[in-house]
């Protein structure tokens, strides 16, 4: 069964630095998303992309954050100049039409 | 805004029913989902439900959906210890976009 892969499954940064997250949707997907879990609390949406532009996003994903389908099979969420706070399990996730989203594995990323 | 609540934990016994429960504010919701995440696994899909509906089944599972009371549930009848999990009720609502707001997770312990 086709399934959603994400890479890394751990990335560990520095204050500062920069870091791209990647994700593989499955093949015939139109929809991707982003959504992140801060340890111990809920899972929150990030940023959603539709027809190679971002169809909406939350007052998360600020100018720190972009999105990218840099050729036909990955979508990456990059995160500028990362902070503490970012640390977090970051989650891809893509769907066929507006009704059930498939989400991948997560990175863990941890800013040190 | 919309929010999503769902008790912390809930323990069984093997072979028995387990209920989930979770509650939603947002009377625009359209579908409501379960997902699973087992550890260091993705989300999985489990069922969704449409807000037309009072009852989906599927094999095991059984959602109920009181729209008056915006109350979902999820029994899980003849409970295994593989489906100790944590799980997440979620909503899409009409207003939503394309985002999904979850709920904080329900750590379901599967007792011998």
């Known amino acids: 069964e086709p399934e959603v892969t994400q890479t890394p499954s751990h990335q560990v940064t520095q204050m500062g630095q920069e870091v791209i997250l990647r994700c593989v949707p499955i093949s015939n997907h139109l929809y991707f998303y982003w959504y992140r879990q801060i340890l111990g609390q809920k899972v929150e949406f990030l940023v959603s992309f539709y027809n190679n532009e971002i169809s909406e996003k939350s007052e998360i994903f600020d100018d720190q954050f972009s999105v990218e389908r840099p050729d036909g099979s990955n979508f990456t969420l990059k995160i500028r100049s990362t902070k503490l706070e970012d640390s977090a399990m970051y989650f891809c996730?893509?769907?066929?039409?507006?009704?059930?989203?498939?989400f991948g594995p997560g990175t863990r990323l941890t800013v040190t | 805004g919309e929010d999503v609540e769902q008790s912390l934990f809930l323990s069984v016994r093997e072979g028995d029913s387990s209920v989930i429960n979770c509650t939603y504010t947002d009377s625009s919701s359209t579908y409501l989902y379960w997902y699973k995440q087992e550890p260091g696994a993705g989300l999985q899909l489990l069922t969704y439900i449409f807000s037309n509906m009072d009852m989906k089944q599927d094999q095991r599972l059984t959602v109920l959906l009181n729209k008056k009371d915006k109350h979902l549930s999820l029994r899980i009848a003849d409970t295994q210890t593989g489906d100790s999990a944590i799980y997440f009720c979620?909503?899409?609502?009409?207003?939503?976009?394309?985002?999904?707001?979850f709920g904080p997770g329900t750590r379901l312990s599967v007792l011998p």
């Open positions: 996730a893509s769907s066929r039409d507006i009704y059930e989203q498939y």
């Open positions: 979620a909503e899409r609502t009409f207003y939503g976009g394309q985002n999904f707001v």
